[in-house]
């Protein structure tokens, strides 16, 4: 499985617009970007999945440039309940459910 | 519906002892997979079940197995408990093993005195 690098920390305040960087330079050619978000003591939650270019949902938006080398998880106008850690994963669709969580990044939103 | 249920939420166990932790997945997921999470180490693959049948299993000593039975609800039990084995041990199910978004339980946290 490709190897992800994030940012340990990131910290914003609310209303802004957060974005956090995740590296991947070994994606291979069937992994897919996936991005989970974890609060304290609670399981990861499922935010948003993509392949290539840009995915949006309804919580998030996801860039993936060209190279698939890195992806880009943007939080539009978060707010303190967005505090939580962030975590980039990558993977083929074969084996997908094995999932290898890095050590993701702690956002901080501060009123 | 309903989500992955876990049980039980907190567990206190002596070095030694052996323990079963309980998962439901949601209802028609026939995949669940297992992890340990620590401060120290992060999340951690433990293994994956899919239709009663091992998977995939983590890099965790033959003291942490598990099963799945026929409505697809898991097991997994730690024999011979450590003080290292505190964790957050979180379950996750999927429809399928291949390319299905996991939805995770709230875990059980075990803690080994």
């Known amino acids: 499985l490709a190897k992800t690098t994030q940012p340990i920390s990131m910290d914003s305040y609310e209303g802004q617009e957060v974005n956090i960087t995740c590296s991947h330079n070994?994606?291979?050619?069937?992994?897919?970007i996936t991005w989970y978000q974890q609060f304290p003591s609670q399981g990861p939650r499922f935010i948003i999945q993509g392949y290539k270019t840009k995915v949006t949902n309804e919580v998030a938006s996801l860039f993936i440039p060209a190279d698939r080398k890195s992806s880009t998880l943007s939080l539009p106008r978060v707010s303190l309940s967005d505090t939580a850690v962030y975590y980039c994963?990558?993977?083929?669709?074969?084996?997908?459910?094995?999932?290898?969580f890095g050590k993701g990044t702690m956002l901080l939103v501060s009123p | 519906k309903a989500g992955v249920t876990q049980t039980p939420r907190y567990l206190i166990k002596t070095r030694g002892q052996q323990v079963t932790l309980s998962c439901s997945p949601i209802?028609?997921?026939?995949?669940v997979s297992w992890y340990q999470q620590t401060p120290g180490q992060g999340l951690q693959f433990l293994f994956e079940y899919f239709s009663e049948t091992q998977r995939n299993k983590g890099n965790f000593p033959g003291r942490f197995s598990g099963r799945q039975f026929s409505n697809s609800r898991s097991e997994m039990n730690v024999s011979t408990l450590e003080l290292g084995d505190s964790a957050l041990y979180l379950c996750?199910?999927?429809?399928?093993?291949?390319?299905?978004?996991?939805?995770f339980g709230q875990g059980t946290r075990l803690t080994v005195v």
């Open positions: 996750a199910s999927s429809f399928s093993p291949r390319g299905s978004e996991a939805f």
């Open positions: 070994n994606i291979a050619t069937n992994d897919y």
């Open positions: 994963l990558v993977g083929d669709v074969s084996g997908y459910s094995t999932l290898t």
């Open positions: 209802s028609g997921h026939r995949s």
